[in-house]
């Protein structure tokens, strides 16, 4: 095959967090070769798709993002990388992508581009899952406020509804020992937060002998870095020493995202779930017992094989007696090779819709309710770069959104600010500061 020319790279990426930070890491190679970064919109000579496959919509915008490279140019050499490329390789064969690389063989694209080729067939690199031990890690580096940095990879729970841990293999994860030194690094770029994330971060360490709350303990003792998240993680995962060193340490930030999934126990149960619905507000009532005022969000799927009207009708009735303050509803796609796909009853599209409306209605209102039991509060915000109308925006230690007049000298610092109002639309808190307070850090 005739050797071809790099100038112009694009990138695209959907999904997860972590999926952001592999992309970060692989386009930050591209920067050190020297090759010239494009819009995705614009042409290239190579555009990396890395994929999700969380949902079937997910798979379309995946597959969509091909015939938009091929639109631009149509010589480009197409990389294609991420769940899809490693959980659904068959479909994209006749698609006219040069290369397909497996989930966690990412890094093995700093090998082709030297010598990357248009290919008449595609070329493959792909790991089985029962072979995948490396773990490979990332971070991003998009901007200078924030950082995800990778910690874990894959999942070993199989729940019913899934096919995550088919596409990212066996549950693995660096060792605090090599995390450190990231950390450190993503200092050295004047990033002020980091947010820990992977596919199940609460299984961290398993296999080094090594756990989620001995990394914190470690992580935080870095000075340069202000703030430190914790991604989704799982509610039998969460332990009580996790949630009182949040309490205790104002370096890690009083936000927790908690997959609920359901709120009926026979869903539960169908999906493979490692709780019941007690356990999971025993969890919540945990958090807001050492933490009145923290942000804690949650997962929901909508319309699960299996889910019948009476079921639905329980998770409505739960999440609403939960003090919560943001419901991240999806609705249910069947995700070929899962244990779901045998349940019944099916749930028509229509019906998927509805229900989705009304969780969203109850996440709205528990948003607004977090929202207004803040306003009147002074607490610290580190704010971002970007500009809009005349403002800047940036988050609480307890995420939530807040804006203020836009000022040069206030980028990437983290400033006191007292929660005056609502915004016009009704998400964000409109912020006023005060120069004598200000913690320019």
Do not use: W
């Amino acid at each position: 095959m005739m050797c071809f020319s790099i100038k112009k790279v694009a990138f695209f990426t959907l999904g997860c967090k972590l999926n952001f930070a592999e992309s970060s890491t692989i386009l930050r190679y591209f920067i050190e070769k020297n090759y010239s970064l494009v819009d995705f919109k614009e042409i290239a000579d190579v555009y990396v798709i890395n994929s999700c496959s969380v949902t079937g919509n997910a798979e379309k915008k995946s597959r969509n993002a091909i015939s938009r490279a091929k639109s631009k140019n149509a010589d480009a050499v197409i990389i294609f990388t991420g769940c899809y490329a490693q959980f659904n390789q068959n479909d994209l064969l006749k698609l006219g992508i040069d290369y397909i690389i497996g989930a966690n063989d990412k890094d093995k694209i700093y090998e082709i581009i030297d010598n990357i080729e248009k290919k008449t067939n595609p070329f493959t690199i792909s790991t089985n899952r029962n072979e995948t031990k490396r773990f490979v890690p990332a971070f991003s580096q998009g901007g200078r406020t924030r950082s995800f940095l990778k910690i874990q990879d894959g999942c070993d729970y199989f729940c019913s509804y899934c096919a995550i841990p088919f596409a990212r293999g066996k549950n693995r994860s660096a060792t605090i020992e090599e995390i450190i030194p990231q950390a450190q690094h993503i200092a050295d770029f004047g990033i002020k937060e980091i947010v820990l994330t992977g596919i199940n971060i609460g299984e961290f360490g398993k296999n080094n002998d090594e756990n989620l709350f001995e990394l914190l303990k470690e992580i935080i003792k870095i000075d340069r870095i202000e703030r430190f998240r914790i991604s989704s993680i799982e509610p039998n995962l969460l332990s009580d020493e996790i949630i009182k060193l949040t309490a205790d340490n104002q370096k890690i930030m009083p936000h927790f995202h908690i997959p609920l999934q359901s709120g009926c126990d026979e869903m539960l149960r169908l999906m493979n779930r490692r709780y019941d619905t007690d356990f999971f507000k025993n969890k919540i009532e945990k958090i807001k017992s050492f933490i009145p005022n923290a942000f804690i969000g949650i997962d929901l799927i909508v319309g699960v094989n299996g889910e019948s009207d009476n079921y639905f009708q329980k998770t409505l009735d739960f999440v609403k007696s939960l003090n919560i303050s943001f419901i991240h509803q999806f609705q249910y796609s069947e995700r070929p090779g899962t244990k779901a796909l045998n349940f019944s009853p099916k749930i028509s599209p229509q019906e998927k819709q509805e229900r989705a409306d009304l969780i969203n209605e109850i996440s709205q209102k528990k948003h607004f309710e977090f929202l207004n039991n803040n306003i009147g509060k002074t607490t610290d915000v580190l704010f971002e770069s970007t500009k809009k109308t005349n403002k800047m925006f940036g988050f609480t230690d307890n995420y939530i959104k807040t804006e203020i007049d836009f000022d040069e000298k206030n980028v990437n610092k983290i400033i006191k600010v007292k929660l005056i109002e609502f915004s016009e639309n009704k998400q964000v808190l409109k912020g006023q500061t005060d120069e004598r307070v200000s913690m320019e850090r």
